[in-house]
């Protein structure tokens, strides 16, 4: 039955025949752009509309995956051209601006600690507060970029995020501090937008990279706003002119307005999709489900699933429950590290013979959050290292490279956290910090390898399971250390904690795609609602070695 959709195809310029075309003065004009036989060959992806005899063009400056919906098979980081490096950029520059206005709080609470007379019980209330919350934002955001798209979500969080960052300027009790830190981790849900993002944009055999570099780069902000703000505060009060109380508010307003601007770069200078429309994205999506289960799947399974059915179909999947215990490892490591580290360096160490609380820190508080600027500034490479390595093992060994990959790194990960909470030099305990984020950023670079091979078609509640799973670790080791009173009782329970999810790595039961494309025999043909949701992706294995292809070559896709 021939299909009522346009029929879409890619074809190389040299190839294109537009006088077999009865052109419209829009496909003249359009036609005009395509490049002369001298240039260099791009893809151009042609639609035809059989029924309005219309045609629109587009150029891809990357080489494609028709199979996989137009997704890019490299990365040009040279390039910023629409639509897949634009995305790759502005995915990660608009998590870096979230993170860096997410995380305004914890580089001065020092400061804030003084100047509202709290106590560490309260510092650390608050801490679990930004943390826990956003566990739910987090689950909540994966149906809905599957309904709306990256693009929309993306900008509605930054928009929405600046509020409660402003807001938090006036906070004036322990009470209002806990409340605003609670909102304020409601929008961290930037993360899962900008790994959503480059899940679709870029094929499985560079996802891991895609993934990782994104996300480290937008991790980043979190490093930022430990080595900028503090400098800020220093800025603004060095004068005399303004108090700290005042001096600590305006430096953490300032980050509500990048985030602002950013909303609206987001919004109008980006696609949402390779394709370009989101929503015609998810109907080939649907289209090929139905394609593959030999058009037995009913109508009412093509429309869009409600939110407890998505949650139903992915969280009945094993693997997806392995991936979220493993990301709230090394993710949750990475929280609250992040939350405690200007606090620990600047409390824990002290002068010998020196009583005053105030004044034996060896660390000042602006140095102490300095040196914790390490642990977020090591996103910069940290998390790129971790999907770089698994996309090169899993070149050479399949997807159970993958697995390996994310073995090892997991159990480095718990082996330095472990000696971390046995350490009490400084210059050790700083050279460990700095380890440990290395080995839990190339954990979550690892993670995000996974991601992709567990469920195409809700690529978005998965993202935001396991998105959500690393707050609640950080939530978990929060109130883990809020019990003990202790950093270094915190870290061993946590680095067992570590250990036990990196034993999980061998229950993991992923299509086994071995180096050069073909799918092992022992990918089972199962409901997607059944217990494995493996099958959602057979569609899209059939010919994995496509991935690899370094030139544009151009697939036709049917009608």
Same mark, same amino acid.
């Given at each position: 039955?021939?299909?009522?959709?346009?029929?879409?195809?890619?074809?190389?310029?040299?190839?294109?025949?537009?006088?077999?075309?009865?052109?419209?003065?829009?496909?003249?004009?359009?036609?005009?752009?395509?490049?002369?036989?001298?240039?260099?060959?791009?893809?151009?992806?042609?639609?035809?509309?059989?029924?309005?005899?219309?045609?629109?063009?587009?150029?891809?400056?990357?080489?494609?995956?028709?199979?996989?919906?137009?997704?890019?098979?490299?990365?040009?980081?040279?390039?910023?051209?629409?639509?897949?490096?634009?995305?790759?950029?502005?995915?990660?520059?608009?998590?870096?601006?979230?993170?860096?206005?997410?995380?305004?709080?914890?580089?001065?609470?020092?400061?804030?600690?003084?100047?509202?007379?709290?106590?560490?019980?309260?510092?650390?209330?608050?801490?679990?507060?930004?943390?826990?919350?956003?566990?739910?934002?987090?689950?909540?955001?994966?149906?809905?970029?599957?309904?709306?798209?990256?693009?929309?979500?993306?900008?509605?969080?930054?928009?929405?995020?600046?509020?409660?960052?402003?807001?938090?300027?006036?906070? =004036?009790? $322990?009470?209002?501090?806990? @409340?605003?830190?609670?909102?304020? /981790? &409601?929008? #961290?849900?930037? !993360?899962?937008?900008?790994?959503?993002?480059?899940?679709?944009?870029?094929?499985? =055999?560079? $996802?891991?990279?895609?993934? @990782?570099?994104?996300?480290?780069? /937008? &991790?980043? #902000?979190?490093? !930022?706003?430990?080595?900028?703000?503090?400098?800020?505060?220093?800025?603004?009060?060095?004068?005399?002119?303004?108090?700290?109380?005042?001096?600590?508010?305006?430096?953490?307003?300032?980050?509500?307005?990048?985030?602002?601007?950013?909303?609206?770069?987001?919004?109008?200078?980006?696609?949402?999709?390779?394709?370009?429309?989101?929503?015609?994205?998810?109907?080939?999506?649907?289209?090929?489900?139905?394609?593959?289960?030999?058009?037995?799947?009913?109508?009412?399974?093509?429309?869009?699933?409600?939110?407890?059915?998505?949650?139903?179909?992915?969280?009945?999947?094993?693997?997806?429950?392995?991936?979220?215990?493993?990301?709230?490892?090394?993710?949750?490591?990475?929280?609250?590290?992040?939350?405690?580290?200007?606090?620990?360096?600047?409390?824990?160490?002290?002068?010998?013979?020196?009583?005053?609380?105030?004044?034996?820190?060896?660390?000042?508080?602006?140095?102490?959050?300095?040196?914790?600027?390490?642990?977020?500034?090591?996103?910069?490479?940290?998390?790129?290292?971790?999907?770089?390595?698994?996309?090169?093992?899993?070149?050479?060994?399949?997807?159970?490279?993958?697995?390996?990959?994310?073995?090892?790194?997991?159990?480095?990960?718990?082996?330095?956290?472990?000696?971390?909470?046995?350490?009490?030099?400084?210059?050790?305990?700083?050279?460990?910090?700095?380890?440990?984020?290395?080995?839990?950023?190339?954990?979550?670079?690892?993670?995000?390898?996974?991601?992709?091979?567990?469920?195409?078609?809700?690529?978005?509640?998965?993202?935001?399971?396991?998105?959500?799973?690393?707050?609640?670790?950080?939530?978990?080791?929060?109130?883990?250390?809020?019990?003990?009173?202790?950093?270094?009782?915190?870290?061993?329970?946590?680095?067992?904690?570590?250990?036990?999810?990196?034993?999980?790595?061998?229950?993991?039961?992923?299509?086994?795609?071995?180096?050069?494309?073909?799918?092992?025999?022992?990918?089972?043909?199962?409901?997607?609602?059944?217990?494995?949701?493996?099958?959602?992706?057979?569609?899209?294995?059939?010919?994995?070695?496509?991935?690899?292809?370094?030139?544009?070559?151009?697939?036709?896709?049917?009608?």
């Amino acid at each position: 039955m021939e299909s009522s959709a346009a029929s879409l195809s890619l074809v190389p310029p040299s190839r294109l025949s537009l006088s077999s075309l009865q052109l419209t003065p829009r496909v003249r004009e359009l036609s005009s752009r395509l490049p002369s036989p001298n240039e260099s060959p791009r893809c151009v992806f042609v639609q035809v509309d059989k029924h309005e005899d219309a045609a629109h063009t587009m150029q891809y400056d990357l080489p494609v995956d028709s199979k996989q919906f137009d997704r890019a098979t490299k990365i040009k980081p040279t390039s910023m051209l629409r639509p897949h490096m634009r995305i790759f950029y502005l995915s990660w520059m608009s998590a870096i601006t979230r993170f860096f206005g997410w995380y305004a709080i914890p580089p001065l609470m020092p400061v804030i600690k003084t100047q509202l007379g709290l106590t560490d019980g309260e510092v650390l209330n608050s801490d679990i507060a930004s943390t826990a919350s956003t566990i739910f934002s987090r689950i909540a955001s994966g149906p809905l970029l599957d309904r709306f798209g990256p693009q929309a979500v993306q900008s509605a969080v930054l928009w929405l995020g600046a509020i409660p960052i402003f807001c938090a300027a006036f906070v =004036n009790s $322990a009470t209002t501090l806990l @409340a605003v830190r609670f909102i304020v /981790g &409601l929008v #961290g849900c930037v !993360f899962v937008t900008s790994q959503y993002w480059t899940t679709i944009t870029f094929a499985r =055999n560079v $996802a891991g990279a895609a993934n @990782a570099i994104t996300g480290g780069l /937008g &991790l980043s #902000g979190i490093g !930022f706003a430990f080595l900028l703000l503090p400098f800020v505060f220093e800025a603004i009060t060095s004068s005399g002119h303004v108090s700290e109380d005042l001096g600590w508010r305006i430096t953490i307003a300032l980050p509500a307005v990048l985030m602002i601007v950013m909303g609206v770069v987001i919004r109008f200078v980006v696609d949402s999709c390779p394709t370009g429309d989101f929503q015609e994205l998810m109907a080939k999506k649907r289209q090929a489900e139905q394609a593959a289960n030999g058009g037995s799947v009913q109508e009412q399974k093509l429309q869009h699933p409600s939110l407890l059915e998505s949650f139903k179909i992915v969280l009945s999947d094993p693997n997806v429950l392995i991936m979220i215990a493993h990301y709230a490892a090394c993710f949750g490591t990475e929280l609250q590290l992040n939350n405690m580290g200007a606090l620990y360096f600047n409390k824990e160490f002290t002068q010998k013979g020196c009583t005053d609380s105030v004044f034996c820190s060896v660390l000042s508080k602006t140095s102490a959050a300095t040196v914790a600027s390490s642990f977020g500034l090591m996103n910069l490479f940290a998390r790129a290292v971790g999907g770089l390595t698994s996309d090169a093992v899993n070149r050479r060994l399949g997807t159970r490279g993958r697995q390996y990959t994310q073995f090892t790194l997991l159990c480095i990960l718990g082996a330095l956290v472990m000696a971390l909470s046995r350490s009490y030099s400084l210059g050790l305990c700083i050279s460990l910090y700095v380890l440990v984020a290395i080995a839990a950023q190339a954990s979550g670079g690892s993670t995000y390898g996974i991601v992709p091979y567990l469920n195409e078609h809700h690529t978005g509640t998965v993202n935001g399971l396991v998105g959500a799973g690393g707050n609640m670790g950080g939530a978990l080791f929060g109130v883990i250390f809020r019990i003990t009173g202790s950093y270094h009782t915190g870290l061993f329970y946590m680095s067992i904690f570590i250990f036990c999810c990196a034993l999980l790595t061998p229950l993991l039961r992923l299509p086994h795609l071995h180096h050069h494309g073909n799918v092992a025999a022992n990918i089972t043909d199962q409901s997607q609602h059944g217990p494995s949701t493996n099958t959602a992706l057979k569609p899209f294995l059939e010919d994995e070695s496509s991935e690899h292809t370094e030139s544009p070559t151009l697939h036709h896709r049917a009608p």
